[in-house]
């Protein structure tokens, strides 16, 4: 079982829609989450950080659900320009070096 | 300030060959950590480095692939008597600190493909 699981999509979605990816992680001491964006197979860029409580950036929302291991990420509005692959992202509890742990990625495109 | 510098963009080398992969971390970052994206898949953490000293070298495959960070000059990730199977994208990362996350920058990559 991978430590990090997406669907892998594609998520096709006409411009304006809301569209939400779900991510699980398998090890409970998980400590730091993450989504991650790369488009076209260049380097990941961070998107937001991931908190218990919930957080909103703009159009962005992001959830953890520590008790059942689950990640989301919901896009309002949905711009061409959303159009990537989204990376979910955890850094172990137990690791002290910081390592990432990447999911394989959902992809995302946004249709005129 | 310059991000994180790696260089060469794309690498071609044929089976057998020796590949050397550059990273030059963001001023003022002592930690370095390697990751590769084979295709069609997410990206594994291969090395972390931190100046002189390899911290945790648990994704890195047994034999062939060697990485250093030195005192001075750009971290290198050495790739002796390359196979198809090494074709990927190779990404550098630096921060500040070890712990990582959302300190981190990565590079733009080097794709090395072997033929």
């Known amino acids: 079982r991978k430590e990090v699981e997406q669907d892998p999509g594609p998520f096709n979605v006409p411009e304006g829609a809301t569209v939400a990816f779900n991510c699980t992680y398998s090890?409970?001491?998980?400590?730091?989450f993450f989504w991650y964006r790369q488009d076209c197979r260049k380097e990941p860029k961070l998107l937001m950080s991931?908190?218990?409580s919930g957080n909103e950036d703009g159009r962005f929302t992001a959830q953890l659900n520590r008790a059942s291991q689950y990640i989301s990420l919901l896009i309002r509005d949905s711009k061409l320009s959303d159009s990537a692959t989204y990376l979910c992202?955890?850094?172990?509890?137990?690791?002290?070096?910081?390592?990432?742990?990447f999911g394989q990625g959902t992809t995302l495109q946004v249709k005129p | 300030n310059a991000g994180v510098m790696q260089n060469p963009r794309h690498l071609v080398r044929r089976r057998g060959q020796e590949a050397r992969l550059r990273c030059s971390p963001m001023?003022?970052?002592?930690?370095v950590y390697w990751y590769r994206q084979l295709p069609e898949e997410g990206l594994k953490f291969m090395v972390y480095?931190?100046?002189?000293?390899?911290?945790?070298e648990s994704g890195m495959p047994k034999e062939r692939f060697s990485a250093e960070f030195p005192k001075e000059g750009p971290s290198i990730l050495r790739i002796q008597q390359v196979v198809r199977g090494d074709s990927a994208a190779y990404f550098c990362?630096?921060?500040?600190?070890?712990?990582?996350?959302?300190?981190?920058?990565f590079g733009s990559g080097t794709r090395l493909t072997v033929v």
């Open positions: 990362a630096s921060s500040p600190t070890r712990t990582g996350g959302h300190g981190y920058t």
């Open positions: 090890n409970s001491a998980s400590q730091s």
């Open positions: 991931v908190y218990s």
């Open positions: 992202v955890v850094i172990h509890g137990s690791s002290n070096t910081g390592k990432l742990i």
């Open positions: 001023k003022g970052h002592s930690h």
């Open positions: 480095l931190q100046k002189e000293n390899i911290i945790d």
